[in-house]
């Protein structure tokens, strides 16, 4: 009894710690109205069902028109497409950051895809159990309709020798995610890189998906597309999912961790250096595991310097 009450309480708690809001189905969330760089947003159902087929046509239309990089992110549990959502917000921040530190200097175009879902059925907090949101999540994860669109999109881009597509997912979009190229590795075959960010999934499902992209036939690259990224200081996924789920997601699996990380002494203009740790033997060929020992904050931290570097580290050396 006193273990059943246990596991309630870390299903609660994980239920409130990770997100606030319900999504909202919208077209596009439009930035800085001085420097208009629209965020494209897709919205799929419990399903994993496309919701809003017009606007896909136009962003396909729209990725095809001129040479860019693209870089699609799947938000966590009870994130929304609301402008006012921290999700939206940080990774519209990101986006700007990026832009104003290289794309704007050399003319290049960076574009961001937003993809959002339905997880959540009832308002407010009143929804606060985590298997039915966990069941539905694997539901979106095995329908089709998220792969479809990754895989349009990474086709329909338009890119130089110097853009890249970028596919990257954070707690239950990064479950929904790293399912997906389970299902469907192929969708890795025009994606440069595939980050999970503090993954709400556990070590079995990890090992899945690393499997079947190495037995998916794509050829490996000097370093993979596919990389787990957990930050040491997660709590959400370091202490409240193992109590909840009774396993502990990858990046807090020492036995399958292949580095540990530090992003250390930042200068003057906020850049880090970063300090590799090798633990495994033989790393994996085709997808990565690390821990962030230094550098990352709690759960949310996705997309602040330090994440931002490890990105570049794999898109720019791994060719």
């Not at 709590?235 to 036995?255: D, I």
Request: glycine share 8%; charged share 20%; proline share 6%.
């Amino acid at each position: 009894m006193k273990r059943l009450l246990f596991l309630l309480l870390a299903c609660v708690a994980l239920t409130v710690v990770v997100g606030c809001t319900t999504p909202r189905p919208q077209g596009y969330v439009v930035g800085d109205p001085v420097k208009p760089n629209p965020l494209y947003v897709l919205s799929f159902d419990g399903n994993g069902n496309l919701e809003n087929r017009d606007d896909f046509t136009t962003i396909c239309n729209k990725l095809a028109a001129k040479p860019q990089t693209v870089m699609v992110f799947v938000h966590g549990w009870k994130g929304s497409a609301s402008p006012n959502d921290s999700n939206v917000r940080n990774f519209s921040e990101a986006l700007s950051e990026i832009r104003a530190e290289s794309y704007e200097k050399t003319g290049r175009t960076l574009t961001g895809v937003y993809i959002t879902y339905r997880t959540r059925y009832l308002p407010g907090h009143f929804e606060i159990w985590w298997y039915p949101t966990k069941w539905r999540a694997n539901s979106i994860a095995r329908g089709t309709g998220i792969f479809e669109a990754i895989d349009k999109l990474s086709r329909e881009v338009r890119r130089d020798k110097r853009d890249r597509f970028v596919i990257a997912g954070h707690s239950l979009g990064a479950r929904i995610l790293g399912r997906v190229v389970a299902f469907h590795p192929e969708v890795l075959r025009n994606v440069d890189l595939c980050i999970l960010a503090n993954t709400a999934d556990g070590v079995h499902q990890y090992e899945k998906t690393l499997l079947a992209v190495t037995k998916s036939g794509l050829p490996p690259t000097r370093l993979p597309k596919l990389v787990w990224a957990t930050s040491a200081n997660d709590h959400v996924t370091g202490v409240l999912y193992p109590l909840a789920n009774r396993h502990k997601p990858p990046g807090f699996v020492e036995s399958v961790q292949d580095y540990q990380v530090a992003f250390v002494q930042p200068d003057a203009k906020g850049h880090y250096s970063t300090k590799i740790n090798q633990v495994a033997q033989r790393p994996n060929r085709f997808g990565h595991n690390i821990i962030v020992a230094e550098g990352l904050g709690e759960h949310g931290d996705v997309w602040s310097e330090p994440m931002r570097e490890l990105v570049n580290f794999y898109l720019f050396h791994g060719r």
